[in-house]
């Protein structure tokens, strides 16, 4: 999926200024006018930017998305909060997107980023804000269904609004009971992807250059002749299977352990860097090393966050870009490569 190209300069800003301006007495043309407005605009950035919850939340609406469009299974991912809205209830509250799969289901969205400071707490909205929500729902005749982005975990759940139960004044929903009840992959085509460990990326030292470790720091500069991938010990020498590796490595939620030098002689041979799960069954033939929402949203956060936080909402990029899809029914040649659909339990 692509985006539809925009000119945000052209129009936006007006609408912007406009919709600011229609608290007072704004008049287009008027300088003096114009100037407090565009003033209101800039006090109201400055203090956004200095707000990380809102930042944060922001970004993770437009982050689903962005992932919701690069699982290939809608023909549709759009923006329904955008623009004038009027209602007759002033408890209506519209959720964030409109979704279309390819089969041609239609349903709203509302995208929620939960980071737990309590492993085990909830996820919880005000009743009153759930029900504003389906109540734009019914108007539309469509479903409505809750995005949870888990950031702690870097997860993502799908889950319908009859789903949350009421606790209280407010509906909850734990992350085991999200994930039991999730429909990323049944709806978005989201897949749980599994090879056999480890994954090992190898960096060969040039010969021909120098390479010789310093016997006082055990440094050594050397320069790359090589990168080589490995899956369990086998060399893979499929250019989309070494994508997918590196792919995997990067964005796969495996650990990597130190980096093991191959040093004879007083020089460097080749550096490895090696991935494994946290934990193994030594029975099974493959573990899974995530999920393609999760590697998504990893590759989104390393476009848009910096060690100082939020640094962009979005990305300069085509939600393609995000997930490295491989042909249907493809199974690995040197890379083996499980992909499991986990669907909610049916009604």
Known sequence: ?????????????????????RKTSFKIGDEASEAA?????????????????????????????????????????????????????????????????????EFLVE???????????????????????LQYAALLKKDLKFAVYWSRWNLWTLVSADKLKGVGSERELTITEALQVSEMSSLLGD????????????????????????????????????????????????????S?????????DWVESESKADVKDGELVSIDFE?????SEPK???????SLSSMASGKYN?????????????????PDSLVLHVPHGYRGKDLPLWRLKVEPPQK
């Open 275 to 279: 991935s494994r799960p946290r934990e």
């Open 111 to 133: 995208v929620k980023n939960f980071h737990q400071s309590n492993p085990s707490a909830p996820f919880s909205l005000d009743s009153s804000y759930v029900d504003g929500l």
């Open 37 to 105: 407005v565009l003033g209101k605009v800039s006090d109201s950035y400055r203090r956004a930017r200095k707000n990380p919850a809102l930042l944060h939340g922001r970004r993770t609406e437009d982050m689903f998305g962005y992932v919701a469009a690069s699982l290939r299974s809608c023909v549709l991912v759009k923006e329904e909060d955008a623009g004038e809205a009027y209602v007759t209830s002033s408890t209506i509250r519209i959720p964030d997107y409109r979704l279309v799969t390819n089969d041609g289901y």
């Open 284 to 290: 099974q033939e493959f573990e899974i090393i995530g």
């Open 302 to 318: 390393d476009l848009t966050l910096s060690e100082g936080g939020v640094e962009r909402l979005s990305p300069d990029a085509e």
């Open 191 to 242: 897949l749980h992807l599994g090879t056999t460990p480890p994954l090992v990326l190898r960096l060969r030292a040039d010969t021909t250059k120098p390479r010789a470790v310093e016997p006082s720091s055990s440094q050594v500069i050397f320069t790359i002749g090589a990168v080589e991938f490995y899956c369990a010990g086998r060399l893979i020498v499929d250019d989309l299977e070494k």
């Open 1 to 21: 999926m692509k985006r539809i190209p925009r000119d945000p300069e052209k129009f936006e800003v007006i609408d912007m200024v406009s919709a600011i301006g």
């Open 244 to 252: 997918l590796a590196f792919y995997l490595i990067l964005y796969g």
